[in-house]
């Protein structure tokens, strides 16, 4: 309950500090470049030093440096560079851009204390001052363009004068651009799935106008889409959250036509919903193992593992499960991995895990342990494996073959072009030599020294090969956060928890996904396992799942030489016999020719 109070009262606080600060004119898109002309200019009841003060767009934020300071209510936040002679406001840098520089389509521009309570915000979306030398200035509440060119920093805004001319003088239009707007709920406390009931108050409210409202946490994060109304009808968000408390704003931005201008207004209402929160403590059970009938499964087949997991406050994102024998402590599969994020969830999941092919005959069959490990935690679930899938086994003759065979890595299936957002697949190819070894593999996505795939060994692999024996393995990744254009692909090759790695990189272009209309679907959990083998011989292999169960297929854009040499040798040979054949024919003919000539003469 004390703590209740007092975040009400840092609310009530921040209230005070935003009605005397007032984000007062935007220069987002000058005539030209950009570098060294935009600024904000903030307007203050009191005169107050700003230094250390936080501004922010919506990519990043900047802490205020006083370059100037004046004493008036006037205060302007430049970027470096920035020309303020003869300015007569206090003159703050934010460094070399303002946020991440000033979007000129649209952007949302905060401004906090150093203790990052926020006090003042605006947002625009370039319907007005864009690129044409004048500045957005606000009046009676409302975003208008500048009068002047270059707008007026450190100075009484003008765009009411520029509105007035542009009407021919008549009160009425002048009038209709002068509204109040406003956003308000039944109440500012709710309980968790509580209805929280949305107004709106436009004064006067004109003929022809449309409101965009919405609702995010204190982080940005949405949690109700922008939808756009054209009335003040009453509408409804039921909140729905895992947490004690949590804090939302409903947001909401006016347009309407005034003057030949499209006018839009914003407007703000914080409300806190109480809640109950969930379990910090984790937990994990295997629920179901899918087996044969005979309640076994054979050496070189992949094990189904349906898996519950609660992920509580855990740091750790990691879940790995795997098949071993208890007293020798070997391995008999492959270590297959989940990477889990989200914390206060629960996850019902599949993984499969690849059981190695015991063509040496190291292993016996039994009964072995099915092991289900992460936050902490294990669970054991006893399996019977006994016998093998001959075809993944290399004949005996071969053998012979491969006794001076040395370890070989190649992608033989990659993708030279990635859709940001969306998974994609790297086959590599590892053939050992006569000896037993542990290799790990993982790949990323960077450029210059960030990886745009996530951490860099996130979806790590790790798989043990018998002398000269051979394996596929499959690699997903995906890219997030990177503008299009070109990076580089890196798997990376570890042998036997060796210090150095071997390296395979190749070119990729990242593009932009293209836009679709949100369907609400959760994209679930990526599982980062490698199910295929080269060796085998009858050319089944398993592939990766979604979510839904269904097969993810995708078009391999890269091919390596030596499997395209493979592809091509049957034509080799047909084409071979049939000039064998051609040739035969030949010189069947001439010979029958010649016996008949003899015989004439």
């Excluded at 109070?5 to 005539?31: D, F, G, Q």
């Excluded at 004949?395 to 992608?411: C, F, G, L, M, V």
């Excluded at 089944?540 to 993810?552: A, I, L, M, Q, R």
């Amino acid at each position: 309950m004390k703590m209740i109070i007092i975040y009400i009262i840092m609310l009530m606080l921040a209230v005070e500090l935003s009605s005397a600060i007032t984000i007062n004119e935007i220069m987002y898109n000058p005539t030209g470049d950009d570098n060294n002309k935009e600024f904000i200019e903030i307007f203050m009841d009191s005169p107050e030093n700003l230094t250390a003060w936080i501004i922010a767009d919506s990519a990043s934020n900047d802490s205020l440096n006083l370059l100037y300071y004046s004493g008036s209510g006037y205060a302007i936040i430049v970027e470096d560079g920035f020309d303020f002679t003869g300015i007569n406001a206090s003159v703050y840098s934010a460094g070399a851009t303002i946020g991440n520089n000033l979007d000129n389509t649209a952007d949302s521009i905060l401004l906090y204390t150093p203790d990052f309570t926020m006090v003042a915000s605006a947002q625009y979306n370039g319907t007005i001052a864009n690129g044409n030398g004048k500045s957005m200035e606000l009046i009676g509440g409302a975003w208008l363009e500048s009068a002047e060119t270059g707008g007026t920093p450190g100075r009484q805004n003008t765009a009411a004068q520029s509105i007035a001319n542009e009407s021919n003088g008549t009160q009425g239009d002048q009038t209709m651009c002068n509204v109040s707007f406003s956003v308000a709920t039944d109440k500012n406390l709710y309980n968790n799935s509580e209805k929280v009931e949305i107004g709106f108050s436009i004064d006067p409210e004109p003929d022809d106008f449309a409101i965009e409202y919405w609702i995010e946490d204190l982080a940005g994060n949405i949690a109700k889409a922008k939808y756009n109304t054209t009335n003040t009808g009453q509408k409804s968000w039921t909140p729905s959250i895992d947490e004690e408390d949590k804090s939302f704003f409903v947001k909401a931005n006016l347009y309407m036509n005034c003057s030949r201008e499209e006018i839009m207004q914003y407007s703000e209402k914080l409300i806190t919903v109480k809640g109950s929160p969930k379990p910090s403590q984790s937990s994990i059970s295997i629920k179901e193992v899918y087996i044969g009938e005979d309640e076994s499964i054979e050496f070189g087949k992949p094990l189904r593992v349906r898996l519950d997991i609660y992920k509580g406050d855990e740091a750790s994102s990691t879940v790995e499960a795997w098949i071993e024998d208890l007293d020798s402590s070997d391995k008999i599969s492959e270590i297959s991995k989940l990477t889990l994020y989200d914390k206060f969830r629960e996850y019902d999941l599949t993984l499969p895990v690849q059981i190695k092919n015991n063509c040496n005959r190291k292993y016996s069959d039994g009964s072995y342990t099915l092991i289900a490990e992460g936050f902490n935690m294990t669970q054991k679930r006893e399996v019977r494996v006994e016998g093998i899938v001959s075809s993944m086994c290399p004949e005996t003759a071969e053998t012979s073959e491969t006794e001076n065979q040395k370890i070989s890595y190649d992608i033989i299936a990659s993708n030279e072009s990635i859709i940001s957002g969306e998974a994609f697949t790297t086959e590599i190819s590892i053939s050992n030599d006569g000896e037993q070894h542990e290799f790990a593999l993982w790949s990323y996505v960077y450029r210059g020294s960030k990886s745009y795939s996530g951490e860099r060994e996130g979806n790590e692999v790790t798989i043990d090969l018998g002398p000269y024996e051979a394996r596929t393995v499959e690699l997903n990744n995906t890219v997030e956060d990177a503008e299009p254009g070109d990076y580089k692909l890196k798997v990376k090759i570890q042998k036997d928890g060796q210090k150095t790695t071997s390296d395979i990189t190749r070119d990729v272009v990242v593009s932009a996904p293209a836009i679709q209309e949100d369907n609400g679907i959760d994209p679930g959990v990526i599982a980062l396992v490698s199910l295929n083998s080269s060796n085998n011989s009858s050319g089944s292999s398993t592939n990766s799942s979604g979510k839904d169960g269904k097969e993810v297929t995708g078009n391999i854009v890269y091919v390596s030489a030596s499997r395209k040499s493979k592809g091509m040798a049957p034509y080799f040979i047909i084409a071979s016999i049939a000039i064998i054949t051609t040739i035969l024919i030949i010189k069947y003919k001439w010979r029958n020719t010649k016996g008949k000539t003899t015989q004439k003469l």
